[in-house]
Protein backbone atom coordinates (compact mmCIF):
# COMPACT_ATOMS: atom_id res chain seq x y z
CA UNK A 1 0.00 0.00 0.00
CA UNK A 2 1.27 3.54 -1.09
CA UNK A 3 2.51 5.70 1.66
CA UNK A 4 0.96 9.32 2.46
CA UNK A 5 -2.12 10.47 0.40
CA UNK A 6 -2.15 11.96 -3.24
CA UNK A 7 -4.01 14.31 -5.58
CA UNK A 8 -3.80 15.39 -9.30
CA UNK A 9 -4.18 19.01 -9.90
CA UNK A 10 -6.39 20.14 -12.28
CA UNK A 11 -4.69 21.18 -15.91
CA UNK A 12 -3.70 24.40 -16.11
CA UNK A 13 -0.82 26.77 -18.36
CA UNK A 14 2.09 24.16 -18.80
CA UNK A 15 4.90 25.77 -17.13
CA UNK A 16 7.26 24.73 -20.17
CA UNK A 17 5.38 24.39 -23.32
CA UNK A 18 3.28 27.18 -24.20
CA UNK A 19 1.15 25.76 -26.42
CA UNK A 20 0.39 22.79 -23.98
CA UNK A 21 -1.56 22.23 -20.69
CA UNK A 22 -0.20 20.28 -17.31
CA UNK A 23 -1.59 18.51 -13.98
CA UNK A 24 1.07 17.24 -11.74
CA UNK A 25 0.19 14.53 -9.37
CA UNK A 26 1.31 15.08 -5.83
CA UNK A 27 1.61 12.94 -2.90
CA UNK A 28 2.67 14.48 0.72
CA UNK A 29 4.72 11.86 2.55
CA UNK A 30 5.95 13.03 5.79
CA UNK A 31 8.16 10.02 7.34
CA UNK A 32 9.92 10.00 3.49
CA UNK A 33 13.04 8.09 3.08
CA UNK A 34 16.08 8.27 1.29
CA UNK A 35 15.49 4.55 0.51
CA UNK A 36 11.56 5.10 -0.43
CA UNK A 37 12.73 7.96 -2.72
CA UNK A 38 15.22 6.49 -4.82
CA UNK A 39 11.98 3.76 -5.85
CA UNK A 40 9.77 6.66 -6.59
CA UNK A 41 12.75 8.89 -8.04
CA UNK A 42 13.53 5.73 -10.85
CA UNK A 43 9.47 5.85 -10.85
CA UNK A 44 9.69 9.41 -12.71
CA UNK A 45 8.46 10.62 -9.27
CA UNK A 46 10.64 14.60 -7.99
CA UNK A 47 10.21 16.24 -5.14
CA UNK A 48 9.95 19.65 -3.10
CA UNK A 49 10.46 18.95 1.19
CA UNK A 50 8.03 16.23 2.31
CA UNK A 51 6.02 16.27 -1.10
CA UNK A 52 6.43 14.33 -4.63
CA UNK A 53 5.30 14.62 -7.63
CA UNK A 54 5.37 13.87 -11.36
CA UNK A 55 3.45 14.57 -14.68
CA UNK A 56 0.16 13.29 -15.12
CA UNK A 57 -1.34 14.94 -18.51
CA UNK A 58 -3.74 14.37 -20.20
CA UNK A 59 -2.25 15.33 -24.01
CA UNK A 60 1.28 15.53 -23.43
CA UNK A 61 4.29 13.30 -22.31
CA UNK A 62 7.14 15.58 -23.25
CA UNK A 63 8.25 15.64 -19.55
CA UNK A 64 11.43 12.74 -19.79
CA UNK A 65 12.86 11.98 -16.44
CA UNK A 66 16.91 12.02 -17.39
CA UNK A 67 19.71 11.22 -15.51
CA UNK A 68 23.22 11.06 -16.51
CA UNK A 69 25.66 7.52 -16.43
CA UNK A 70 28.79 8.92 -14.42
CA UNK A 71 30.83 6.23 -14.85
CA UNK A 72 30.83 6.67 -18.80
CA UNK A 73 30.89 10.41 -18.68
CA UNK A 74 33.72 12.63 -19.80
CA UNK A 75 33.23 16.21 -20.82
CA UNK A 76 33.39 17.09 -24.29
CA UNK A 77 35.51 20.52 -25.55
CA UNK A 78 33.61 23.11 -24.58
CA UNK A 79 32.99 21.37 -20.81
CA UNK A 80 36.50 21.09 -19.94
CA UNK A 81 37.01 24.74 -21.21
CA UNK A 82 34.01 25.59 -18.61
CA UNK A 83 35.33 23.87 -15.62
CA UNK A 84 38.96 25.52 -16.42
CA UNK A 85 37.42 28.78 -16.54
CA UNK A 86 36.03 28.00 -12.99
CA UNK A 87 38.40 26.76 -11.35
CA UNK A 88 38.62 29.45 -8.80
CA UNK A 89 35.42 28.81 -6.85
CA UNK A 90 35.03 27.55 -4.30
CA UNK A 91 32.26 24.77 -3.41
CA UNK A 92 31.04 24.35 0.33
CA UNK A 93 28.22 21.26 0.78
CA UNK A 94 25.94 21.93 4.21
CA UNK A 95 22.33 22.43 5.29
CA UNK A 96 19.66 24.33 3.59
CA UNK A 97 20.25 28.08 4.69
CA UNK A 98 18.03 30.73 4.35
CA UNK A 99 19.48 34.28 4.45
CA UNK A 100 19.34 37.29 2.88
CA UNK A 101 22.26 36.67 0.68
CA UNK A 102 20.33 33.57 -0.72
CA UNK A 103 16.80 35.14 -1.28
CA UNK A 104 18.70 38.10 -3.24
CA UNK A 105 20.72 35.31 -5.81
CA UNK A 106 17.19 33.78 -6.02
CA UNK A 107 15.79 36.91 -6.98
CA UNK A 108 18.44 38.05 -9.35
CA UNK A 109 18.52 34.83 -10.95
CA UNK A 110 14.75 34.85 -11.54
CA UNK A 111 14.81 38.51 -12.78
CA UNK A 112 16.87 37.69 -15.55
CA UNK A 113 15.29 34.33 -16.93
CA UNK A 114 12.03 36.37 -16.12
CA UNK A 115 13.42 39.42 -18.90
CA UNK A 116 14.87 36.97 -21.19
CA UNK A 117 12.54 34.17 -21.23
CA UNK A 118 9.24 35.10 -20.01
CA UNK A 119 9.61 33.20 -16.94
CA UNK A 120 6.89 35.01 -13.84
CA UNK A 121 8.36 38.16 -12.66
CA UNK A 122 9.98 36.82 -9.18
CA UNK A 123 9.19 37.95 -5.62
CA UNK A 124 11.15 37.52 -2.44
CA UNK A 125 8.03 36.10 -0.47
CA UNK A 126 8.56 33.23 -3.23
CA UNK A 127 11.97 32.74 -2.39
CA UNK A 128 11.20 32.19 1.10
CA UNK A 129 8.56 29.29 0.14
CA UNK A 130 10.88 27.42 -2.31
CA UNK A 131 13.92 27.63 0.39
CA UNK A 132 11.67 26.14 2.96
CA UNK A 133 9.84 23.64 1.08
CA UNK A 134 13.52 22.26 0.00
CA UNK A 135 14.54 22.35 3.82
CA UNK A 136 11.62 20.91 5.63
CA UNK A 137 10.88 17.34 6.25
CA UNK A 138 11.99 14.47 7.64
CA UNK A 139 14.72 13.54 4.78
CA UNK A 140 17.34 16.51 4.19
CA UNK A 141 18.38 17.82 1.33
CA UNK A 142 22.16 19.19 1.15
CA UNK A 143 23.08 22.77 -0.06
CA UNK A 144 25.76 23.32 -2.18
CA UNK A 145 27.11 26.69 -2.27
CA UNK A 146 29.50 28.47 -4.71
CA UNK A 147 31.59 31.05 -4.02
CA UNK A 148 33.93 33.71 -5.70
CA UNK A 149 36.50 35.62 -3.81
CA UNK A 150 33.89 35.06 -0.93
CA UNK A 151 30.53 35.90 -3.00
CA UNK A 152 27.98 33.78 -3.26
CA UNK A 153 27.57 32.93 -6.86
CA UNK A 154 25.21 29.74 -6.90
CA UNK A 155 23.24 27.48 -5.10
CA UNK A 156 22.41 23.80 -5.55
CA UNK A 157 20.15 21.56 -3.12
CA UNK A 158 20.64 18.15 -3.76
CA UNK A 159 19.27 14.79 -2.60
CA UNK A 160 22.01 12.30 -1.82
CA UNK A 161 20.59 8.68 -2.66
CA UNK A 162 21.72 5.29 -2.70
CA UNK A 163 22.08 4.88 -6.36
CA UNK A 164 23.42 9.03 -6.97
CA UNK A 165 22.50 12.09 -6.64
CA UNK A 166 19.90 14.01 -7.68
CA UNK A 167 19.58 17.56 -8.14
CA UNK A 168 16.30 19.36 -6.76
CA UNK A 169 16.60 23.26 -7.97
CA UNK A 170 19.59 25.28 -8.90
CA UNK A 171 20.03 29.52 -8.69
CA UNK A 172 23.16 31.13 -9.87
CA UNK A 173 24.14 35.29 -10.53
CA UNK A 174 23.41 37.00 -13.35
CA UNK A 175 26.77 38.67 -13.43
CA UNK A 176 28.63 35.74 -13.78
CA UNK A 177 27.29 34.66 -17.49
CA UNK A 178 30.47 34.59 -19.44
CA UNK A 179 31.47 31.55 -16.98
CA UNK A 180 28.31 29.09 -17.64
CA UNK A 181 27.59 28.29 -13.85
CA UNK A 182 24.85 26.52 -14.63
CA UNK A 183 26.29 24.14 -16.78
CA UNK A 184 30.13 24.24 -14.27
CA UNK A 185 27.58 22.87 -11.40
CA UNK A 186 25.96 20.29 -13.18
CA UNK A 187 29.80 19.48 -13.72
CA UNK A 188 30.47 19.37 -10.55
CA UNK A 189 27.89 17.20 -9.00
CA UNK A 190 29.25 14.66 -11.78
CA UNK A 191 32.58 15.13 -10.14
CA UNK A 192 31.62 14.25 -6.83
CA UNK A 193 29.59 11.49 -7.88
CA UNK A 194 32.23 9.97 -9.83
CA UNK A 195 34.74 10.58 -6.44
CA UNK A 196 32.12 8.90 -4.31
CA UNK A 197 31.22 5.91 -6.93
CA UNK A 198 27.65 7.03 -7.52
CA UNK A 199 26.59 5.30 -10.54
CA UNK A 200 23.70 7.91 -11.76
CA UNK A 201 22.90 12.06 -11.37
CA UNK A 202 18.82 12.86 -11.73
CA UNK A 203 18.85 16.05 -13.30
CA UNK A 204 14.78 15.96 -13.73
CA UNK A 205 12.59 16.74 -16.32
CA UNK A 206 14.26 16.98 -20.05
CA UNK A 207 11.44 18.61 -22.54
CA UNK A 208 12.21 19.29 -25.82
CA UNK A 209 11.47 22.49 -27.08
CA UNK A 210 12.03 24.13 -23.55
CA UNK A 211 14.80 26.24 -23.47
CA UNK A 212 15.46 25.71 -19.66
CA UNK A 213 15.04 22.21 -20.04
CA UNK A 214 17.15 20.68 -23.09
CA UNK A 215 20.53 21.70 -21.82
CA UNK A 216 20.30 18.47 -19.43
CA UNK A 217 20.53 15.98 -23.13
CA UNK A 218 24.47 17.72 -23.26
CA UNK A 219 25.25 16.05 -20.13
CA UNK A 220 26.11 12.60 -22.05
CA UNK A 221 25.47 9.60 -22.37
CA UNK A 222 22.68 9.17 -20.10
CA UNK A 223 18.96 7.67 -20.05
CA UNK A 224 15.58 8.93 -20.20
CA UNK A 225 12.58 7.04 -18.00
CA UNK A 226 9.96 5.72 -21.13
CA UNK A 227 6.75 5.12 -21.23
CA UNK A 228 7.23 1.89 -19.73
CA UNK A 229 8.89 2.57 -16.99
CA UNK A 230 11.99 1.37 -18.05
CA UNK A 231 15.45 3.23 -17.87
CA UNK A 232 16.81 3.19 -22.27
CA UNK A 233 19.43 4.97 -23.50
CA UNK A 234 18.78 8.86 -24.87
CA UNK A 235 19.02 10.38 -28.28
CA UNK A 236 18.03 13.95 -28.20
Known sequence: ???????????????????????????????????????????????????????????????????????????????????????????????????????????????LRHEMRGWQRPRPDTALQLIYSIAEGTLPAEEWSYYIDGKLVGVSYIDALPEGYSAIYSYHHPEYQKRSLGTYMVLRLIEEAQKREMPYVYLGYYVEHCLSLEYKARFAPNEVLDANGNWSTFVA
Not at 83 to 105: H, S
Open 1 to 111: MEKGFSFISSPSPCAYLKDQKWSLEHRFIPDLSREEFQRYLNEGWRRFGSVIFRPRCQTCTACLSLRVLVDQFRPDRSQRRTMKANANIELVIGEPCLDEARITLYFLHHQ
